[in-house]
Every structure is written in structure tokens, then in C-alpha cells.
């Protein structure tokens, strides 16, 4: 019953965005209208889908990615890569650049050039703007039928499996189902494009036809659901005979990219198996490795993810310090020791850990952001403002930031500026209205008149937003 909410409540997202799409272009779709739709599709997708905030993920995902973007040609899009909490095989690009993969798909992997290889895949089909061009050519269906393709392919993406299919075949006039899907050209013009400009970043293009093979078994092997990514990206079996062929004409492995060292890649993987995946497969997991590599750090690590997961602090406290004792300069496992300290409470311990955290990484977005929480706990709210708008530097920005610096500053009387983050914070939160009152508060209080005129043009923006909802809602 859940399940069917949800599909209806996506159909019925698609038909609105179908209605606009079918009675607003008219002619090729240009780079300001596809940015547009990007923006849209955003709105939906964060709304239905749980997007991974970790900073240390969503760090090196964006890190990775936009390495990958700058070996490209130069493009009018401004890219931006997303982990999505799932335990499926997928990736997929939506307008505009922005790139979603899953965890599962990640989990699945062992080496950061398989990773490299699905990111580039997916910067090509937006390099080649291959999803503007289906959506431009879609306006030949009436807007039911392209509703009802777009909520299958999104359930698709989410894992629905047959309720995917089932919707989009119901929907389908004629065998039109593909309007919205990649063809078998696409995949491979995406595979060829990609494969080039992975080398010119440093990546193995063996990664692609790697993971490529792992998604394809999952088909045969463990589960009776086609992967979603094969529900996306169709002739895989083309893809790999391709790809196979390519590489067979150079097997030389280039260097590695400057600055994506795969170690990073292990230690993202280690978590996010830790966090996201089952609790107790993950436990069993680590435990594992721990018995095969008893001086391998990362098994420890995991291990201590997990069991605080689990809610088991102190055993957590345990492994991570014998962690420490095998990589006593991993600002990564120290990060992890004092977020725990943190949540314990210990905000002694949690200070001196994450001080020597930052230390090591003075851009580790993680350390930097409960440093700062410890700061304001402990009443050092100048150390903590430091530390939150130190991290007003890094991109993507966790929204969280902007509350805790707006409850910093409250906290020290400025609520000129308390208001204006927090302000922000609703704003990404989507919640206009919030927003528009912490907003107007901080028109109120300050008196800086350049923080004033953009004030004042948010506001107007909200304004125009909440008019065009009550208009729709009328309608």
C-alpha cells in the first residue's frame, strides 16, 4: 500500500511536469529552458529520493566527478554529483548536470576507475545532451503517455522493478516507451566519448568494463530483479562487446589521476558499505576483514562505523582507537573517533580529537563541521564561527552548516546575520514560507546595505514562488 502511494504520488508529479513540458516547448530545446528542467526535476528527486549528506561522501564525489568534467571539453553546465542512499545498482544523469549514483552500486565496487567509469558515462549522456534531445523529441506524445514513461523510468531508477514497468507499459502508445530511455546509440556514443576523456583524466577505462559486468550478473545471480541500471541504460551486452574492443587496441593502464588517489576511494567505500548497507551484513563484513588483514586500518574503521551505527558507542570507541594505532595520521578515522565522542557527550575528547583532525586536513569538511558543533556545545562560539564559515567554502555546502552558524550567531547577539543563515537553511530546505520569515527578520535587523539589496531580491523571488504555487494549487 506504501509502495502504491509512492507511485501515485510520482505519476502525479510527472503529469504536472509533463503538462508544462508538452505545452511549453515547442522548438528544439535550448540551454536555459534544459537548466530549467534540471531544476525541476531537482525539486522531485531530492523530494523522493534519500540523498547521502554525508560531507566526507558527498566530498569526494563532487571531487571525483568534477576532475572527471574538467578532462571534457568545456560545457555551459555547471555539474554536480549525487549519492543516493539505496541498496540498488544504478546511476543515471538528469538535465543540466546533475549525476546521481547509488550506494549499492558503489558497495559493488573495488577500485576507484570503476567509479570513474559510470561518472564519465554519465557526464557524457549530458555532454552529448542526450536527455535534452529525448525530451525535446517527446513532445510528439500527448503529455499522459510522457507522464507515465517518465514515473516509470524514475521508479525504475528507484528499484521499483515491475511496478516501474508496469507503469510505463501502461502508459505506452504504440511501442513509444523508449521516448525517454537511451537508445543503443546513445549508450555507445556516451561509452565512446567516455572512454576517451577517462584516459585524459588518468582512469583505466578496464574500471567501465568492470563494473559493467558485475551490474550485468546481478541480473543472473542473487536477485530476481533486473538491476535498474539495466532499466536505464539498455545493450549492456553491446556496451561490453564495445568497450572490449576499444581497449583491446590499448591495454596500457594509464597513471593514476593526480590528486584521486584510490585510498580515498577505499575509505568512501568502507563507509558507505558501513552506514547504508544491512547492519549486520556490514558487521559481518568488516569482522571478516579484521580476521584476514589484522593490520589493515580500514577493516577497523568500518568495524567501528558500524557498531556506532548500531548504537554500541564504546566498542565503537575501542576498534576506532586500535585504528588510530595502526594509521595514527588518517584524519579520516580521527574524525570518525570524534564524532562519536560527540554524540557521547565526551566534548573534552571529541575537542582535542577533532582539533588534531583538522590539523591533518585543514579542508576535511566532516571534522570541521563537529568541531564546530563541539565549539558551540562548549560555549566557544568564535571558535565556532570560524569553523562553520570556514565551511562555507567547501561545495556542495551541507545545509546543516547554515543552521548551526545561524544558531552560533544568535547565540552571540548578532541577529542580523542569525536570522540571514538561518534563513538559508530553510530555504534549501525548501520551505519558503520559513524562510521568507527569517528573511524578512534579517531585512529587519541589519544594516549592512549590500546584505539588505540581497535580502531584498530573495525575498522577491520567494514572493513569486509562493504566488506560482497558490496559482497551480487553484488551478
Known amino acids: ?105 558503489i558497495a559493488a565496487m573495488e577500485s576507484e576507475d570503476e567509479l570513474a567509469g559510470i561518472l564519465s558515462h554519465e557526464i557524457s549522456h549530458v555532454y552529448c545532451r542526450h536527455i535534452s534531445q529525448k525530451i525535446d523529441r517527446s513532445k510528439r506524445l500527448n503529455w ?39 537508445s543503443r546509440a546513445d549508450e555507445i556514443q556516451a561509452d565512446q566519448i567516455g572512454l576517451v576523456y577517462l584516459a585524459k583524466a588518468g582512469y583505466s577505462g ?70 547504508f548497507s544491512d547492519e549486520t551484513v556490514a558487521l559481518r563484513t568488516f569482522q571478516g576483514a579484521i580476521e584476514n588483514k589484522p593490520q ?55 575537542l582535542t580529537t577533532l582539533e588534531g583532525a583538522v590539523s591533518l586536513a585543514t579542508d576535511n569538511a566532516e571534522s570541521l563541521f563537529y568541531l564546530g558543533r563541539t565549539q558551540l556545545e562548549t560555549g566557544n562560539l568564535k571558535g565556532a564561527e570560524a569553523s562553520f564559515t570556514a565551511l562555507l567554502k567547501k561545495k556542495p555546502v551541507n545545509r546543516q552548516v547554515f543552521y548551526f552558524l545561524g544558531k552560533t550567531h544568535g547565540r552571540q547577539g548578532n541577529l542580523a546575520e542569525a536570522h540571514y543563515y538561518l534563513g538559508i537553511f530553510q530555504l534549501q530546505k525548501r520551505d519558503l514560507r520559513a524562510a521568507r520569515i527569517q528573511f524578512t527578520r534579517a531585512l529587519e535587523k541589519t544594516q549592512d546595505p549590500t546584505r539588505r539589496e540581497e535580502i531584498e531580491k530573495v525575498l522577491k523571488k520567494i514572493d513569486d514562488q509562493l504566488a506560482a504555487r497558490k496559482k497551480q494549487q487553484q488551478h
Open 206 to 275: 578496464e574500471g567501465l568494463m568492470t563494473v559493467l559486468n558485475k551490474i550485468r550478473a546481478k541480473q543472473w545471480y542473487g536477485t530476481d530483479q533486473i538491476p535498474s541500471y539495466l532499466m536505464t541504460h539498455p545493450a549492456v551486452e553491446d556496451r561490453l562487446a564495445y568497450i572490449d574492443t576499444q581497449l583491446a587496441k590499448s591495454r596500457s593502464k594509464p597513471e593514476p589521476a593526480a590528486g584521486s588517489g584510490s585510498n580515498s576511494f577505499q575509505l568512501v567505500r568502507t563507509k558507505i558499505v558501513a552506514l
Open 1 to 105: 500500500m506504501v509502495y502504491l502511494r509512492k507511485i501515485s504520488k510520482i505519476v502525479f508529479i510527472f503529469i504536472i511536469i509533463s503538462g508544462v513540458l508538452s505545452s511549453n516547448i515547442s522548438s528544439g530545446i535550448t540551454i536555459k529552458e534544459e537548466e530549467k528542467l534540471g531544476r525541476e526535476y531537482m525539486k522531485i528527486l531530492t523530494a523522493n529520493l534519500q540523498i547521502v549528506d554525508d560531507p566526507m561522501i558527498a566530498d569526494y564525489i563532487n571531487k571525483l566527478g568534477r576532475e572527471l568534467v574538467a578532462a571534457f571539453p568545456q560545457q555551459p553546465f555547471s555539474y554536480n554529483f549525487y549519492v543516493v542512499q539505496e541498496e540498488v545498482y544504478n546511476a543515471f544523469a538528469i538535465p543540466a548536470g546533475n549525476i546521481f549514483i547509488y550506494t549499492g552500486l
Open 296 to 350: 589493515d586500518p580500514l577493516g577497523y574503521y568500518g568495524l567501528g562505523l558500524a557498531l556506532a551505527r548500531s548504537g554500541n558507542r564504546e566498542k565503537a570507541i575501542d576498534v576506532l582507537k586500535k585504528a588510530q594505532k595502526l594509521n595514527a595520521f588518517s584524519p579520516e578515522i580521527l574524525t570518525a573517533l570524534g564524532r562519536i565522542y560527540y554524540q557521547d557527550g565526551r566534548y573534552p575528547e571529541a
Open 144 to 182: 499522459a503517455t510522457m507522464a507515465g514513461v517518465a514515473a516509470g523510468i524514475l521508479l525504475g531508477m528507484a528499484g521499483g522493478g515491475e511496478a516501474a514497468g508496469a507503469v510505463t507499459v501502461g502508459s505506452m502508445a504504440a511501442g513509444q516507451s523508449a521516448a525517454l530511455a537511451y
